[in-house]
């Protein structure tokens, strides 16, 4: 399967902004999403694990969610701040297979 | 925890390097462990992922044969022996915690060390 997310999305600071990952085949609930954030440099944390669970130190601005009905899963970011400005990719598994999505680079101006 | 990777390089079509990756923090033993690699301008594409034991290894079609990974649990370190390299596996190469094999999910990341395959 693959996952497609848009290229990118752009928003001002202080509003909201979802990004859209795509499963083409197979239910998106049928195995677990995750996002990882990619700030200019390279460095990568993980923002979103288990569809909609944060991992400590990640800001409750940061959300997920999927939705069955699109067979997609979504990344959820409010009050954005211009340190959001990063590229994000969702990634989830199945039989040992690692997938991740295209990546979408969020612009925040 | 703290993932160390190095090893990278410049290397000719056909050769070999191999990449390590050093973890500290952490029961190195109770944890998957994976390759991810980012090609210039492109996005994140998983390599391989070993079990915490060893003995369960996975690689990407795009390696299937060509790329070994293994982990030294003494040494708290986990390899990446790549032959046969590619012009197109130019990238940088991440190391990354598998929190669990099943649910498939990556906690921790290295900064990453970046592999140039050239003539």
């Known amino acids: 399967f693959t996952l497609t997310q848009p290229h990118s999305v752009s928003e001002s600071p202080g509003m909201t902004v979802t990004i859209s990952c795509t499963r083409s085949s197979g239910s998106i609930a049928s195995n677990y999403v995750q996002w990882y954030q990619q700030r200019p440099g390279g460095s990568l944390i993980t923002v979103i694990f288990?569809?909609?669970?944060?991992p400590p130190g990640v800001p409750d601005r940061f959300s997920g969610s999927i939705d069955s009905a699109s067979n997609s899963a979504s990344l959820i970011i409010s009050g954005l701040k211009t340190e959001d400005d990063a590229d994000y990719f969702c990634?989830?598994?199945?039989?040992?297979?690692?997938?991740f999505g295209g990546g979408t680079k969020l612009t925040v101006l | 925890v703290q993932l160390v990777e190095s090893g990278g390089g410049l290397v000719q079509p056909g050769g070999s390097l191999r990449l390590s990756c050093s973890t500290s923090g952490f029961m190195f033993s109770s944890y998957g462990m994976a390759w991810v690699r980012q090609a210039p301008g492109k996005g994140l594409e998983w390599v391989s992922t070993?079990?915490?034991?060893?003995?369960?290894?996975y690689y990407a079609d795009s390696v299937k044969g060509r790329f070994t990974t293994s982990r030294d649990l003494s040494k708290n370190t986990l390899f990446l022996q790549m032959n046969t390299l590619r012009a197109e596996d130019t990238a940088q190469y991440y190391c990354a915690r598998v929190v669990h094999m099943i649910k498939g999910n990556f906690d921790f990341w290295g900064q990453g060390t970046q592999v140039t395959v050239s003539s």
């Open positions: 990634q989830s598994s199945d039989n040992f297979l690692w997938v």
């Open positions: 070993i079990s915490g034991s060893g003995s369960s290894k």
């Open positions: 288990e569809d909609d669970q944060r």
